[in-house]
């Protein structure tokens, strides 16, 4: 990394943009704010521009990754799901942020995941199904479907909650200029 100095350039300028934004945080001017935008923004851009092939080819390989994800996931990726859940579901159980309605519907999606997930090890316990092999995996078409329907559960609880902060914050954008 050090061998180049236009590595060490882009580390200090990495480093001087990193400082300017923490002294930032006391005194809060917008201009600092507004520039460190434009930089990202700019490096961004520049990096599109450079490398359109490379940009392309990892946005590419990123949709087939979620595609291969949903179609077709492995336990490692299944398991994935239950460690962010689980996650989730603290930070459900300590917000005080969230309403009522929010919380139970939390409850509900993330407990069925985890009824899925259960189910789905049960399962290949049951029929011995080496999970390190996809072709057994999804050769089983209660497994399979067991899986899809945890996938599916959990982008509808994507979609939702998107959409639940989108119209949380219009609400109360709306609700302030009323008053």
Known sequence: MFSSFLSIELLL???LLFVILIVNLKSEKKFVTYAAIVVYLGLLIGTLLAYGDYVLLSVKAFFKMIITYLCFPTPVAFFTTIVLVTAIMIYTLFSKELTNF?????YLLFTLI???FTSFVALASYNKIDLS???SLYSNDNILVVVQASNFLLIFWIIYTAFYKLYAYFKEKFDVEEK
Do not use: E
């Not at 929010?102 to 939390?106: A, D, L, V």
């Open 13 to 15: 300028f990495s480093t």
């Open 102 to 106: 929010k919380r139970i519907f939390n």
């Open 114 to 116: 985890y009824f899925l």
């Open 133 to 135: 092999s996809s072709v």
